[in-house]
């Protein structure tokens, strides 16, 4: 089993920051694509950030210049730093993860249970 526990999510005021984190842990082999999504109250899951393995990152428009997601490979951890936050920040946050549990086997995607992120104006 694989599981992706995130952490970091609080309440916090316009202007200000956060920084999330994710550990994935259980039968992993590698893991390739890493990624940051958000669902608000009635709306869609979008994405925020990726990041591949080798370091690639690729980040939605509404998040540019504010967010920077990185990766600590050695511990299967990925992070967001959120900075100059939003009221429209607000939502839950997921991690992603593309992970193979064996050599042979193909990525499969995996979510974390989400965490909460609530920017008061």
């Known amino acids: 089993q694989v599981q992706l526990v995130e952490s970091g999510g609080d309440l916090v005021q316009a202007g200000g920051s956060l920084r999330l984190s994710c550990a994935a842990s259980g039968s992993i082999f590698s893991i390739n694509t890493m990624g940051w999504y958000r669902q608000a109250p009635g709306k869609q899951r979008e994405l925020v950030a990726v990041?591949?393995?080798?370091?690639?990152?690729n980040y939605a428009d509404f998040v540019k210049g504010r967010f920077t997601i990185s990766r600590d490979n050695a511990k299967n951890t990925v992070y967001l730093q959120m900075n100059t936050l939003k009221p429209e920040d607000t939502a839950v946050y997921y991690c992603?993860?593309?992970?193979?549990?064996?050599?042979?086997?193909?990525?499969?995607?995996?979510w974390g249970q989400g965490t909460q992120v609530t920017v008061s104006s």
């Open positions: 992603n993860a593309d992970i193979k549990t064996t050599l042979r086997s193909q990525g499969i995607s995996y």
């Open positions: 990041i591949t393995r080798a370091g690639s990152k």
